[in-house]
């Protein structure tokens, strides 16, 4: 199944171990199971949304978003700056994408090749526990 962005921020909530908060940050989740979550990373800078005030919880996941929420809760890099992948040029999450890469929390979507991110198409739950797994060196 896919997962959606109020799901990663239930899992990236309680993986930083972050508090609740009384800031309400966006106008569409107040009637969101993750409403909580949602703002307890958007607190600290690790939450965005599909627009700069809707957090869209219940749509789909893309994989390109996975990789700016990894960036922005784990502090992933690319310093050389590196182009891993053929199918993210000019994306807005290319820098992330690549940061993922460089860390190898990410391999590909495409093996053996794995030259392709595949970043637009939606994050399954598996490939979800995929990438947490590399992130925490499970």
Do not use: K, W
Request: hydrophobic share 40%; charged share 25%; net charge negative.
């Amino acid at each position: 199944a896919a997962i959606t962005p109020g799901q990663m921020a239930a899992f990236l909530r309680r993986n930083r171990e972050l508090p609740d908060v009384e800031e309400d940050f966006c106008v569409d989740d107040a009637e969101s199971i993750f409403h909580s979550d949602i703002n307890a990373l958007t607190a600290v800078g690790i939450g965005f949304g599909c627009t700069d005030t809707a957090f869209c919880a219940a749509e789909p996941l893309l994989r390109q978003e996975l990789a700016e929420f990894f960036v922005r809760a784990y502090g992933y890099d690319n310093p050389d700056e590196t182009d891993f992948f053929v199918d993210d040029d000019g994306n807005p999450f290319e820098s992330s994408i690549n940061a993922l890469a460089n860390h190898q929390i990410t391999l590909g979507c495409n093996p053996p090749d794995n030259t392709e991110f595949c970043p637009d198409r939606s994050l399954s739950r598996a490939e979800m526990a995929s990438f947490f797994a590399r992130a925490l060196d499970l």
